[in-house]
């Protein structure tokens, strides 16, 4: 199993930038697609990217698209969410998740908070 832990959640203004980070342990991370989810208070979790095993592939939800950046790096065992142009909606917990090529989101942090102020 792996276990996941975020960091790097904060309080910025709008347009401002936060990069998260995701430190896996228990096995390489490489083994695993990697994504970040985000739930908002009285909403509930939703997709907001993921990257392959590679890294080679990517994808995001239209709210975030041009604004945030996942990478993954299979050598620190970390994966990142670099995001930019910050709205208050983005405010949320976020959180770091792992899956098996051929499995649902089984691995999940604890989450970090991300609150945007207007």
């Known amino acids: 199993q792996v276990q996941l832990v975020e960091s790097g959640g904060g309080l910025v203004q709008a347009g401002g930038s936060l990069r998260l980070s995701c430190a896996a342990s228990?096995?390489?991370?490489?083994?695993?697609?990697t994504g970040w989810f985000r739930q908002a208070p009285g909403k509930e979790r939703e997709f907001v990217a993921s990257i392959s095993r590679s890294g080679g592939s990517t994808a995001y939800a239209d709210s975030v698209k041009g604004r945030f950046t996942i990478s993954r790096d299979n050598v620190k065992n970390t994966v990142g969410l670099q995001m930019n142009s910050l709205k208050p909606e983005d405010t949320a917990v976020y959180y770091c998740a792992a899956r098996g090529a051929l499995e649902s989101w089984n691995y999940w942090g604890q989450g970090t908070q991300v609150t945007v102020s207007s």
């Open positions: 228990g096995r390489t991370i490489s083994t695993y697609f």
